[in-house]
Every structure is written in C-alpha cells, then in structure tokens.
C-alpha cells in the first residue's frame, strides 16, 4: 500500500517561492499518476496540478505559469515548485497517487502567503 509525506510547506510573502515534496513509500511509485491538491478554509478540495506516470502534466487555471510539477521516479518523490505566489493560494497542499485501483493521500502540508 502507497505511504505518502508532503513536505516544504509554510508561510511565504506576497510574490515568493516555496518548493513542495511528496515522499512515497510502499509501492512501485513509477506506476502511479501523482498529483497536487489543495483545500482553503471552507473551500472544497481542488486539483492543482496532476503528472502522469509518462510524464504528461497539467494544472489549474489559476495556477499555470507559476507552479509546476515534476517527478523524480529515483527517488520516489514528487514536486510542486510554486513561484509567484499570491494570498489566493494559502491552503493546506494534499499530495495523491493513483494507479486505476487504488487512491491514496498524504497529510497535507500547509502553505500560507501573507506579508
């Protein structure tokens, strides 16, 4: 069974950078389509950005162009490089993992962009 860990979260400026990870565990990681979730207060769950075990990527709207997700199969770890951030994107960050059988989720890590 896949274990996941987010970690890289924390309180960033108006504008600022912060580089999140997911390490999985338990499973053969190169299999699985992998993404980033994200739930504001009061706000329902949204995809953030997803990758595909080929590779292939994509993301929200109200994200494209500043963040950016990438996997490193070797290490069994996921990424979320987030530039350009803006208070709209505080929200505790879910990482997933899905295979066609199985959907799994992290803790969460939570980001907060404030000055």
């Known amino acids: 069974q896949m274990q996941l860990v987010e970690s890289g979260g924390g309180l960033v400026q108006p504008g600022g950078s912060l580089r999140l990870s997911c390490a999985a565990s338990g499973s053969i990681f190169s299999i699985y389509d992998m993404g980033w979730y994200r739930q504001a207060p009061g706000k329902q769950r949204e995809l953030v950005a997803h990758?595909?075990?080929?590779?292939?990527?994509n993301y929200a709207d109200s994200v494209k162009g500043r963040f950016t997700i990438s996997r490193d199969n070797a290490k069994n770890t996921v990424y979320l490089q987030m530039n350009s951030l803006k208070p709209e994107d505080t929200a505790v960050y879910y990482c997933?993992?899905?295979?066609?059988?199985?959907?799994?989720w992290g803790q969460g890590t939570q980001v907060t962009v404030s000055s």
């Open positions: 990758i595909t075990s080929m590779g292939i990527t």
């Open positions: 997933n993992a899905y295979d066609g059988s199985g959907d799994y």
